[in-house]
């Protein structure tokens, strides 16, 4: 995404990559989750659907939903061109034919995909510091299990992003250690 965002803005434009740098159509449609879908790209890889309550009220999920497709994009073309998808119901129908499992892989590379195009190595790190940094002069360890939800939730600001997709940034970077689905 260099090339696309040179200046390393942050938070990264992902919208106007797509848009403007990209030319994708971004859509939003009313009451897409009804049909359990957050977004999906048509064949052409040009169009891009997405759910119109997140595109209006969620701007970080409608923003990670764009990187996400653009994985889908960049990672999955091949198979979505020849998907023949333009429509929701062959979306479904094209889901159902791939399979559960190959469906979750495609949807685990797109969601990291999507984590790193917004939350870059470097600037996650500097942020981290910086938010070690203010759980300390606050008087808080910043390895203190409960700094962590906070420092988390700090620095999603900074990338306009979830705390949750901070959380696993920070884990994949070997930042912070893995304490999810771990017996205390």
């Known amino acids: 995404m260099g090339k696309h965002n040179p200046d390393g803005m942050i938070p990264v434009p992902i919208e106007e ?4 740098t990209l030319g994708i159509n971004i859509i939003p449609i009313p009451e ?3 049909f359990s879908v957050d977004a999906y790209t048509w064949s052409d890889l040009k169009n891009i659907l997405v759910d119109k309550f997140f595109y209006e009220k969620q701007p970080r999920r409608y923003r990670f939903t764009l990187a996400h497709e653009l994985g889908h994009i960049l990672l999955h073309s091949e198979i979505l061109k020849s998907a023949n998808v333009d429509s929701i119901e062959e979306y479904l129908e094209f889901v159902d034919s791939i399979g559960d499992e190959q469906h979750r892989w495609a949807e685990w590379q797109a969601d990291c995909f999507a984590g790193l195009i917004l939350v870059p190595p470097k600037p996650l790190a500097s942020k981290l510091q910086e938010a ?3 759980a300390i002069v ?7 299990p409960a700094a ?3 420092m988390a939730d700090w620095i999603s600001d900074f990338f306009e992003v979830s705390a949750g997709v901070i959380e696993t940034r920070l884990v994949y970077d070997k930042l912070l250690p893995d304490t999810r689905n771990k017996k205390q």
Do not use: Q, T
Not at 17 to 20: A, F, G, P, S
Not at 138 to 144: A, Q
């Open 17 to 20: 990559i797509l848009d403007i």
């Open 32 to 34: 897409l989750v009804n």
């Open 132 to 134: 070690r940094n203010k």
């Open 138 to 144: 606050k008087g808080v360890s910043p390895d203190d």
């Open 148 to 150: 962590r939800g906070y």
